[in-house]
């Protein structure tokens, strides 16, 4: 048989007292994760991934992706993205959030050295922290890895880049078709952007499906369209 035994506060702390322990701290309440989900819709993630030429050189991609939207923003191409660059293009980008009247609250990039002072501090200028990932916590920045393997599964690994002016191409339109096109299972199968539903027009009579291909074959689009 288990008897219960009950032991007020106070003698807790006599206790902890004697033996000169400390009061446990207050457990946090807010998980990294949860963290990223309460507040996805003003979160911005961003990385790099590099893409080696037929001529085996090797090219930076810098992009950002809106954790509530899967929404991604190509920011760039170049073979060698120093401090100065890669402020430039934190520039633009914001450019085109405001123009767009997104709100940015937060930027979450890792450590990596090519993320110099001056990239964060384009964004601070502009009332948005930058928050950095864990110390080796890979799946921190979970939406930038997952949309890097999906690009290079769906589009890159199938295709021979020739320089910076290919890549730059290819890059447009995949993430247009990413942005427009391609369903997303966490987003109930919508894209971030998606086209008017054309299902019906007209005098009511059902459209039928035109398959558009891009890349050469590589992907495909498909639209309604009149019967």
Not at 198 to 205: A, E, R, W
């Amino acid at each position: 048989m288990h008897l219960g035994v009950r032991v007020s506060a106070t003698a807790i702390r006599t206790t902890l007292h004697r033996h000169g322990l400390d009061p446990a701290p207050r457990r946090t309440a807010t998980t990294w994760r949860a963290f990223l989900r309460q507040q996805a819709a003003g979160i911005l993630a961003c990385d790099f991934f590099t893409v080696d030429t037929v001529s085996l050189r090797r090219l930076y991609v810098l992009f950002f992706i809106e954790l509530d939207t899967r929404r991604v923003h190509l920011a760039g191409v170049t073979a060698k993205p120093n401090g100065g660059w890669v402020a430039q293009q934190a520039r633009n980008l914001l450019l085109v959030l405001e123009e767009q009247g997104r709100r940015l609250c937060y930027v979450l990039h890792d450590r990596d050295a090519k993320f110099a002072r001056g990239f964060d501090d384009v964004f601070a200028s502009h009332g948005a922290e930058v928050l950095l990932t864990p110390v080796q916590a890979p799946n921190a920045n979970a939406h930038a890895e997952r949309w890097v393997r999906t690009v290079r599964t769906e589009c890159l690994d199938w295709l021979l880049i020739i320089g910076r002016g290919h890549l730059e191409q290819v890059l447009r339109v995949y993430a247009a078709h990413y942005n427009t096109h391609r369903p997303h299972r966490a987003l109930r199968l919508e894209p971030p952007d998606p086209p008017a539903d054309l299902s019906v027009v007209g005098d009511g009579q059902p459209s039928k499906v035109h398959r558009g291909d891009l890349l050469g074959g590589l992907l495909h689009e498909y639209h309604r369209r009149a019967a």
